[in-house]
């Protein structure tokens, strides 16, 4: 994937972020680096499943080591949450160096835990909030965003 359209697809990611009433705004990548902002989105789809840890600080941790910790966690959730809940096979998702992600703000690393935060959101019991607010996106954010889900793979004809 070419770094213009990572741009683009971060850029819709942030967009789509935007439409939630986070703790903190999130307008960079580093932003997401320690997962606090992905793990309040997937609060909204299963509160008791995505509980955060501790409650979300204003600032994003400058230690790595916790940032990876707190992403270790979360993509943990996020394959149980496929497994048990949308009863979706884990085998084929991309796994994402957390690690690239908590030390140098990885964009490509990090797009693979976007792109799983909202393929959860549109799958989820709930996903009738998670399209609406797709939709009130700009045409080009929505077309982002929904090549982010098909690349995940787990669209629905149903």
């Known amino acids: 994937m070419s770094e213009s359209s990572q741009r683009r697809e971060i850029d819709a990611f942030f967009n ?11 307008t960079s990548v580093a932003d997401l680096a320690d997962g606090t902002a992905l793990f309040e989105v ?10 955060q840890p501790t409650r979300p600080s204003a600032q994003p941790s400058e230690n790595w080591v916790l940032r ?13 949450y496929f497994a048990d809940v949308l009863q979706k096979p884990t085998s084929s998702l991309d796994v994402p160096d957390l690690q690239a992600i908590a030390k140098d703000h990885n964009l490509p690393a990090l797009l693979t835990l976007c792109r799983l935060t909202i393929v959860i959101g549109v799958q989820c019991e709930k996903n009738k909030e998670f399209i609406e607010k797709i939709q009130g996106l700009s045409e080009v ?10 690349q995940v793979g787990f669209l629905d004809s149903s």
């Open 141 to 150: 954010d929505q077309h982002c965003l929904m090549k982010a889900i098909e």
């Open 42 to 51: 997937l609060s909204i789809v299963d509160a008791t499943y995505f509980r």
């Open 16 to 26: 789509f972020f935007a439409t939630f009433n986070l703790a903190r705004p999130v």
């Open 68 to 80: 990876f910790s707190s992403l270790k966690r979360l993509y943990r959730l996020m394959t149980q």
